[in-house]
């Protein structure tokens, strides 16, 4: 009797002392502590996207798994949407291309990983349907873009070196358009920096429009006057024409673009380099001159051309091009490896044929659908489907992490604003979901 009464004594330690150790996170484990923190991790992978691959993938994880931890009961909103399927049947059409495709496994594989972002995008959408959320990620984006203007300028002072930089001999060469990644990269994130900078200075009142002012100024600099890739001026073209139209009168806005447009061609030395720079490879490529930027992309999209009409209906399959480029060597003065011919389109035209377009566009299609659904997040996730559409017609931008992923997070933002509007009940005794905040709203706002 008196061993049973210290064993159960003992019992009652143990409990005792467990439940001490997990009170803190009995505590944390509450919604509103678990919603702050989805808050915080989405603002954290909004930083990382445009600065490093490693901690982006950290903390993508991180919010997925606290998404679908609180987030759990509320999937069946997916289930309504088209954009839904659209992403799952592009990623079945990806993966069923690598049993087709006369590649070794790990190249398919390889391929078909960079598609899983695709998966991504439902789990953000439910983690951003609250407004608290999208806009703490919108600011960790453009605080992570300022980071980025201010290592280009240290690089125009020579007072940092680091990616695009490097010498031959007695020649050395900076490229301040290369901070975190290649100065195309760079251009089209800046791009958008200044893209949101403009709409949110547009929306804001005080000393905070002042602030989104000084932002668009930095931005807009660093795009136009310092970086010298061309794709930063076409996508800063595109998203202004969105903005002003969306914002103001069409008429108002072509003249607003006009005058802009006279004043950076007179006065920006990088831009008229830039421009220049296109038109004399688009004449070196009509006199027989191929072997330039603008050429070597042109001989690729012929090259996945061909491979296309060898299998109109799937294509050559998952990582067929890369093989075939490999085996064919088509491109004189390139060499044999290419993993994508500088298009999405013709990508995967090339390795999944008329089934992969129709997935692709069915894709793109749905997500411009949910547009008659949004209005806060309306104008971002237009220029945001406007300039990545755009871009895919020169690089495989899906298929690029650093840029698949920056699409995947801001179309993510827009979808969590047409899930916020849909209903959805929890289960009334539910131990295992944790119901979403109140009204969203920005604390403070």
Not at 22 to 38: E, Q, Y
Not at 257 to 265: E, K, N, R, S
Not at 429 to 441: A, D, K, V
């Amino acid at each position: 009797m008196g061993d049973r009464l210290l064993l159960n004594k003992s019992e009652m330690s143990l409990v005792s002392t467990l439940s001490t150790w997990l009170t803190p996170v009995k505590l944390f484990v509450t919604s509103k502590n678990m919603s702050s923190l989805i808050t915080m991790l989405l603002a954290l992978t909004a930083f990382f996207t445009p600065i490093s691959v490693s901690l982006k993938s950290i903390f993508l994880i991180a919010t997925s798994i606290t998404v679908l931890i609180q987030q759990g009961a509320l999937v069946t909103k997916l289930f309504r949407r088209s954009w839904f399927f659209a992403a799952l049947l592009l990623f079945a059409v990806i993966l069923f291309g690598c049993f087709i495709a006369p590649v070794e496994w790990r190249l398919s594989i390889d391929i078909t990983g960079k598609y899983t972002k695709l998966l991504f995008i439902p789990i953000l959408a439910l983690g951003f349907q609250c407004k608290e959320n999208r806009l703490w990620a919108v600011h960790g984006f453009l605080l992570a873009m300022f980071m980025t203007c201010l290592g280009s300028f240290l690089k125009v002072w020579g007072l940092f070196h680091g990616i695009g930089d490097g010498a031959s001999g007695s020649s050395v060469w900076l490229d301040p358009g290369a901070v975190f990644y290649n100065h195309i990269v760079t251009g089209y994130f800046m791009a958008f920096a200044v893209f949101l900078a403009c709409i949110l200075a547009t929306q804001a009142e005080g000393i905070r429009r002042y602030g989104y002012c000084m932002l668009i100024g930095l931005f807009a600099y660093q795009t136009l006057f310092i970086n010298p890739g061309r794709t930063g001026y076409f996508m800063l073209a595109i998203l202004m024409l969105v903005y002003f139209i969306y914002f103001f009168r069409p008429l108002r806005a072509f003249g607003i673009g006009v005058i802009v447009l006279f004043i950076i061609a007179s006065q920006s030395t990088a831009f008229k380099h830039g421009m220049r720079g296109l038109f004399d490879d688009f004449n070196q490529y009509q006199q027989g001159h191929q072997n330039s930027s603008l050429g070597y992309r042109i001989q690729f999209h012929h090259y996945a051309e061909q491979l296309f009409f060898k299998n109109v209906l799937m294509g050559v399959g998952t990582g067929g091009f890369a093989y075939s480029f490999h085996q064919d060597k088509p491109v004189a003065g390139w060499g044999d490896q290419l993993f994508e011919p500088h298009g999405e389109y013709w990508f995967m035209a090339a390795e999944h044929g008329l089934l992969g377009l129709l997935a692709l566009l069915f894709f793109f299609c749905s997500l411009f659908y949910e547009l008659g659904q949004q209005k806060e997040m309306k104008p971002i996730y237009l220029g945001m489907l406007i300039t990545f559409l755009a871009g895919c017609f020169s690089d495989g931008l899906l298929l690029l992490s650093v840029p698949g992923y920056f699409f995947v997070l801001f179309v993510a933002m827009g979808l969590g604003e047409t899930l916020e509007r849909i209903p959805a009940s929890l289960p009334n005794n539910s131990l295992h979901y944790f119901p979403r905040p109140g009204n969203g709203e920005m604390r403070g706002a």
